[in-house]
C-alpha cells in the first residue's frame, strides 16, 4: 500500500498548531534575555515571570509537537497495518462511546469488555488518562461537586480551547454539554491518531489550534522588534518636534512603547481582533508631547500664528480684537490650515467693495496689494509715509468705482484736490510757480 501523500485538513491544524507554539516559546525565550545598561538580568520580578512564560510556553510546544509528531507516524505507516474491518472500528467506536474498552477480536465472540475506563477522573479542572470511563450523568455529578473557583478553572480552559461557555464558576448545563463535548472530540483524536492523551493535554492541544487559527480567544501580545521601535521614534520625533531623535531618545521610547505593548495583548474571537495597543505612532506621540520642548514650541507655534493672522488683517484693513485672535489661532492649533482663516478675513474685507476688488480678494490676493499702486503714489503726492495711510481712507479707496477702476492720471489729479493737498511742499512748490509767472505777466520779475 502506497503512502499518503496529502497533507489532511488535521495534519495541517496540527503543523500549525506545532508551528504556532514554537513560535511563542523562541518569544519567550527572547523575552528573558533581560539586559539594562548592557548588564544581564538573571533575577528579580520581572526575570521571573519570563521564565514562567517560557517554561508554560515550553510545555505547550511540547504538547503540539507530541500531537503532530504521533499524527506524522501513523499517516506514514503502511495502510495494511492501520486498517481494521469496517465491523471492528465500528465495534471499537461503539465501545469507546460507552466509556468500555475495547478488546481486538472480541467481535467475533462477543466479548466487548467491561467499563473499565484508563483512570479518566475529574480533579479540580483536569481528567487524566486517554479514553474516559465515566457516564454522561457522572460527569454532571463531579462538576456540580466541585468548588466555584475550579469550576471556573474549569469553564476558562474550555473557553480558552474555542468552547462556548460562560466563565462564571456557576454550575450550569452549558458546562457539562461543552465538557462532554470536549471528552468526545478527544476520544476521536486519540483513536484517529493513535494517541492516549487525557483530557487536560487535548485542551491544551486545542488552545494552542485555536489560538494558531486565529478563533480562540487567548490573549496574544505583539511587541514592536528594536528596528520597528525605533523607526517608530525617529517618525514621531520629526512630526511632532522637526528634528530626529538622540540615541539616549531613541533607546527610552522604544522601551516605554515595548513595556506598553506588553501591557496591552490582543485577544482574537472568530478572526476578530480586540484589545492591544493600537496605532504605536499615536502612543508615541501623546508620549513625546509631554516633553517641555514641546509645550515651548507650541507656544512659539501658538505665537507665530497669532502674528501671521494679524498681518492679514492689517493687510486687507481688517481690525480684530484679541478674542477674534485667539479663536483664529485656535483653529489652526486644532488643524484647520491658516490659508483658510487668511481667506475668511479677505472675505470680511471685501464687502461692501466693488465686484472686482472682490474677486481679486477670492484669489488669495490682500486689498493692500490690490490698492498697491494708488497707495504709492499717494503717498508721493501726499508726501506721507505709505504705512499711515489706511486702507479704509476714502480718498484711497476712490481709485477703484463700481465698474472699473481709476486711471493713475486721473487718480494723482484727484489727489490734487484732496485737504491734505494743500500742506505739502508740492503745492507750495506750485503755489510760488503760479505766482512768479503772474509777475512775470505783469513785468515785475526779469
Known amino acids: 500500500m502506497g503512502i499518503i501523500s496529502q497533507k489532511s485538513k488535521e495534519e495541517i491544524k496540527l503543523e500549525n498548531a506545532k508551528n504556532f507554539a514554537e513560535g511563542k ?3 519567550a525565550r527572547a523575552e528573558t534575555e533581560i539586559s539594562v545598561n548592557g548588564k544581564k538580568i538573571t533575577s528579580g520580578p520581572v526575570y521571573d515571570a519570563a521564565k514562567a512564560k517560557l517554561k508554560i510556553a515550553g510545555q505547550n510546544y511540547k504538547t503540539a509537537k507530541a500531537a503532530y509528531d504521533a499524527f506524522i507516524t501513523k499517516k506514514n505507516e503502511p495502510k495494511e497495518t492501520e486498517q481494521k474491518s469496517e465491523a471492528e472500528r465500528k465495534a471499537e467506536l461503539d465501545a469507546t462511546a ?13 466479548f466487548k469488555g467491561g467499563s473499565v475506563g484508563s483512570g479518566s477522573t475529574l480533579s479540580g479542572t483536569s481528567v487524566s488518562g486517554g479514553f474516559t470511563g465515566i457516564a454522561p450523568n457522572d460527569i454532571a455529578k463531579d462538576i456540580y461537586a466541585m468548588s466555584d473557583a475550579d469550576r471556573k478553572i474549569l469553564a476558562q480552559n474550555l473557553k480558552n480551547a474555542g468552547y462556548k461557555v460562560k466563565v462564571t464558576g456557576v454550575y450550569n448545563d452549558d458546562l457539562v454539554a461543552e465538557y462532554q463535548s470536549a471528552l468526545s472530540e478527544n ?3 486519540n483513536i ?17 489550534e485555536t489560538s494558531a487559527m486565529g478563533t480562540g480567544t487567548v490573549p496574544t501580545v505583539s511587541v514592536s522588534d528594536p528596528t520597528e521601535a525605533a523607526g517608530y521614534v525617529r517618525s514621531v520625533f520629526k512630526s511632532v518636534l522637526q528634528r530626529d ?13 515595548q513595556t506598553a505593548e506588553k501591557k496591552s495583548p490582543k485577544k482574537t474571537v472568530n478572526g476578530v481582533t480586540t484589545g492591544g495597543l493600537g496605532n504605536p505612532l499615536e502612543f508615541l506621540t501623546v508620549e513625546i508631547q509631554k516633553l ?3 509645550a515651548k514650541k507650541k507656544t512659539d507655534k501658538v505665537a507665530l500664528t497669532s502674528q501671521s493672522i494679524l498681518g492679514t488683517a492689517k493687510a486687507n484693513g481688517v481690525t480684530l480684537n484679541q478674542s477674534q485672535i485667539d479663536s483664529f489661532a485656535k483653529r489652526v492649533q486644532d488643524g484647520t490650515d491658516i490659508k483658510i482663516i487668511d ?5 470680511i474685507a471685501g464687502l461692501g467693495m466693488p465686484e472686482k476688488v472682490q474677486k481679486l480678494l477670492a484669489q488669495g490676493i490682500d486689498l493692500d496689494t490690490v490698492y498697491s499702486p494708488y497707495k504709492n503714489l499717494m503717498a508721493s503726492i501726499l508726501e506721507l509715509n505709505p ?13 477703484f468705482g463700481p465698474d472699473k477702476e481709476i486711471p493713475i492720471y486721473d487718480f494723482e489729479k484727484n489727489l490734487r484736490k484732496d485737504y491734505r493737498w494743500q500742506y505739502t511742499n508740492n503745492a507750495r512748490e506750485d503755489v510760488f510757480q503760479s505766482v512768479g509767472k503772474v509777475l512775470q505777466d505783469f513785468g515785475f520779475q526779469g
Do not use: C, H, M, W
Request: avoid cysteine; proline fraction near 6%.
Open 245 to 257: 531623535p538622540t540615541s539616549a531618545e531613541i533607546s527610552k521610547y522604544s522601551k516605554a512603547l
Open 192 to 208: 484517529t491518531l493513535g494517541l492516549k492523551q487525557g483530557i487536560a493535554e487535548f485542551l491544551t492541544a486545542k488552545t494552542i
Open 187 to 189: 476520544q476521536t483524536r
Open 98 to 110: 460507552l466509556g468500555e474498552t475495547y478488546v481486538p477480536g472480541s467481535i467475533d465472540s462477543g
Open 343 to 347: 481667506n475668511e478675513i479677505r472675505n
Open 387 to 399: 504705512e499711515s495711510i489706511d486702507l479704509k481712507d476714502p480718498t484711497l479707496r476712490s481709485a
Open 25 to 27: 516559546q523562541k518569544q
Open 292 to 294: 517641555p520642548e514641546f
